[in-house]
């Protein structure tokens, strides 16, 4: 029934304010107001039971829910039967089963709310009348207007919140600078793209790229032009591998591709190409590993890197292939050391 819920509520979260925005009110309503008619009384029992319903039914029955969400209205509405219709203070009441609609129904739920609420306000007042239903069209078109504004109103704020914790999630795992994963993204993505080819049986290689020249770039033209290079280099990968690959800027000029599905020929193949498209200011040097289906993602890390440094080391803009067994780091010259978080590792040491 239309687009998934917007969810912005947790299980618990939704059951406490089910209780405590529906289910309290109504039971003080109902126990302040002991000479009430017994519909009076029938729709406090469905009114309270509706909420319930809608928080600790499970989604995935819908039809539960629907029943339950929309029902509550009605039922509500039954409340105001020989106490003042849509004029009575219980009318009030309606209003916080609009509230479930603006958080958590979808938009097709939400404008049949809306249309429900209507009909609730006016049936009534058509087809009992007074007595129990006085007509005052005023106050039902008062009553529709607030409940229909306030569940648009909330409706909108959740659209709103969605997007900004979607605008954060994308922030916290993507290069500000490329538009490709950041470390943090890599971190997250490629171990599961790991898990799932270890399931499937296909074949994993991992790319390690370092431009040559960075340091030059940025010392002759400025770091204006450093970001540039990197700009462009980023944009010539993601154009040059495949959309299901995994490519990350790890840092400083360093960018990390996982080929998902590729062999080492494949792999090779594609840098090759990479590097016909590469201007020879921005060339770079390479390192691939294939995955064995045994390492985790650092030790297929550490492979490539010293791949790349044997790349390096040999003139740079070219490509090295890593032993399959897994060999300690050369030491790096004047005591440097490699961590996760310094990025300028080969920066420093080719320098050095």
Request: charged share 20%; proline share 5%; net charge negative.
């Amino acid at each position: 029934m239309g687009s998934s819920s917007l969810r912005p509520l947790g299980r618990g979260r939704l059951l406490a304010f089910a209780i405590v925005g529906s289910v309290l009110p109504v039971i003080i309503a109902a126990a302040t107001n002991r000479s009430a008619h017994p519909v009076f009384y029938v729709g406090a029992a469905f009114g309270c039971l509706a909420p319930l319903a809608v928080a600790l039914v499970p989604r995935r029955q819908g039809l539960v829910v629907w029943a339950a969400a929309f029902a509550e209205i009605p039922a509500l509405t039954a409340m105001q039967a020989y106490s003042g219709g849509v004029g009575s203070g219980y009318s009030v009441l309606v209003i916080m089963a609009m509230v479930w609609f603006g958080l958590e129904a979808t938009d097709l739920e939400l404008v049949a709310g809306m249309l429900v609420l209507a009909v609730s306000c006016a049936l009534p007042m058509v087809l009992v009348g007074p007595p129990a239903y006085p007509v005052s069209w005023g106050h039902a078109v008062l009553l529709v207007l607030i409940g229909v504004t306030v569940a648009a109103c909330l409706r909108a704020v959740v659209r709103e919140l969605a997007k900004l914790a979607d605008r954060f999630a994308q922030e916290a795992v993507v290069d500000d600078l490329t538009g490709l994963l950041n470390r943090r993204g890599w971190r997250y993505t490629a171990p599961r793209e790991l898990a799932r080819a270890a399931r499937s049986g296909n074949p994993i290689t991992l790319v390690t790229l370092d431009l040559d020249n960075f340091k030059e770039l940025n010392d002759e033209h400025g770091h204006e032009h450093g970001d540039h290079a990197l700009r462009d280099s980023a944009e010539r990968v993601r154009a040059t591998l495949r959309a299901g690959d995994v490519v990350a800027r790890l840092g400083g000029d360093e960018f990390v591709a996982l080929l998902i599905n590729s062999t080492l020929t494949g792999s090779l193949a594609a840098i090759a190409r990479l590097r016909e498209a590469t201007p020879a200011r921005e060339a770079f040097s390479s390192g691939i590993a294939v995955w064995d289906r045994k390492e985790d993602l650092a030790e297929l890390l550490r492979r490539s890197d010293l791949a790349l440094y044997a790349a390096k080391a040999a003139g740079g803009d070219r490509t090295e292939v890593a032993p399959p067994l897994l060999e300690p780091l050369p030491t790096p010259p004047f005591g440097l050391v490699r961590s996760g978080d310094d990025d300028e590792f080969e920066e420093r040491a080719a320098a050095a």
